[in-house]
């Protein structure tokens, strides 16, 4: 099935993916099209081999003073066969994306000018992803500046699981805000990854510069590490609740 992408004159843009590939194109293009942007990842396990062995193997990096200012949603759990007019789960077992350890599984490097739209992601897992550099994290890796107003990043049930690493300095996620804006992560599992390198391992949840972040209803269990890094760093000005 092809790609569905929908425009309009509101300078919105939605696609229905259904293919690790398409989401991969979908990326792309709301890197650099000027709109908001809202991708909807059909159900099912999704694999890609856009990227070499090692990278990435999904990348969100937007054009410098083209997309900085947009929003852009992702979430997973749509129906294919209605071109994801609707969703038929949350549940983010249900929509996989599977790195097969070829390479860290996500990626969001929003670093080369001020953002001020926001990032939501919600119902998806995140499996099967693998670092061997340094500063690589193996389920993924969400850096964010932003501008004024401050930018709203939101992550919303989630699953990150099934991850590994050697690397120094590797996560199982890093989620980090440099900004004065919003930082939030909901009700979201990070479960049965595994890391080996002695300066590895656990979730990074950060903000800086006046960003203020929620950690609301989050699971982090069954990680393996060579240290006591098996659970949360946070830094900034960060509210954890149940």
């Known amino acids: 099935m092809a790609m569905l992408s929908c425009g309009s004159a ?9 293919s690790g590939n398409q989401l991969n194109q979908a990326l792309d293009s ?18 890609t081999d856009r990227y070499a062995p090692g990278d990435y193997q999904w990348q969100f990096e937007p054009v410098v003073g083209v997309d900085y200012e947009y929003n852009l949603t992702i979430s997973g759990g749509w129906n294919a066969a209605d071109n994801c007019l609707t969703q ?3 549940n983010p077992a249900a929509t996989v994306l599977d790195a097969r350890y070829w390479g860290p ?4 490097a929003m670093v080369f000018d001020d953002f001020t739209g926001s990032l939501h992601i919600s119902n998806l897992t995140f499996y099967r992803g693998e670092s061997n550099n340094i500063l690589h994290d193996a389920g993924m890796r969400v850096i964010v500046g932003g501008g004024t ?9 989630i699953l990150v699981s099934g991850n590994r690493s050697g690397a120094n300095s590797g996560s199982i996620a890093t989620i980090s805000l440099d900004a004065s804006g919003t930082l939030k992560l909901r009700n979201s599992q990070f479960l049965n990854n ?3 390198h002695p300066f590895s391992g656990g979730l990074s949840f950060s903000t800086t510069n006046g960003a203020v972040s929620m950690f609301t209803n989050n699971s982090i269990s069954g990680n393996t590490s060579t240290t006591d ?5 946070a830094f900034g000005i960060v509210t954890l609740s149940n």
């Open 10 to 18: 509101a300078h919105a843009a939605t696609f229905c993916v259904t």
């Open 105 to 108: 599984v996500f990626v969001v």
């Open 229 to 233: 890094r098996k659970g949360l760093e």
């Open 149 to 157: 107003p401050g930018p709203s990043v939101t992550f919303d049930n």
């Open 194 to 196: 595994s890391f080996t």
């Open 88 to 90: 038929s789960t949350k």
């Open 30 to 47: 709301a890197g650099f099209n000027g709109q908001d942007d809202t991708i909807k990842v059909a159900t099912g396990t999704h694999i």
